[in-house]
């Protein structure tokens, strides 16, 4: 029997560092903005907020996740969607995403 590659959480959680809020020059990552992502086989669901919950970049930033996780080798279908619970603070940035943002 042949050994298929593995999609992992991983993998698709680098691919999104791709990804970025047009507004503002940190991925969507590091902003902290993706709230949870399941990797089942080639199915990939992906949770993620806003940095504000009008922002009217949101349909752009979901379809661009979406796009860039098609990209990746093995997916089979992408679901992201956006959730607004937990509000989004900038507590939720990580290290490297206040570094590029001058917040350290």
Known sequence: MAETATLT???VMEALRDVYDPEIPVNVVDLGLVYDCRVDDGDVQVKMTLTFAGCG???YIAQQAEWRIAEI????DVEVEMVYDPPWTPDM???????LLGLD
């Not at 080798?73 to 089979?76: A, L, N, P, S």
């Not at 940035?93 to 570094?99: A, C, F, R, T, V």
């Open 73 to 76: 080798e093995d997916v089979e």
């Open 93 to 99: 940035i990580s290290e490297e995403g206040k570094s």
């Open 9 to 11: 959480k991983e993998e």
């Open 57 to 59: 970049m949101g349909p």
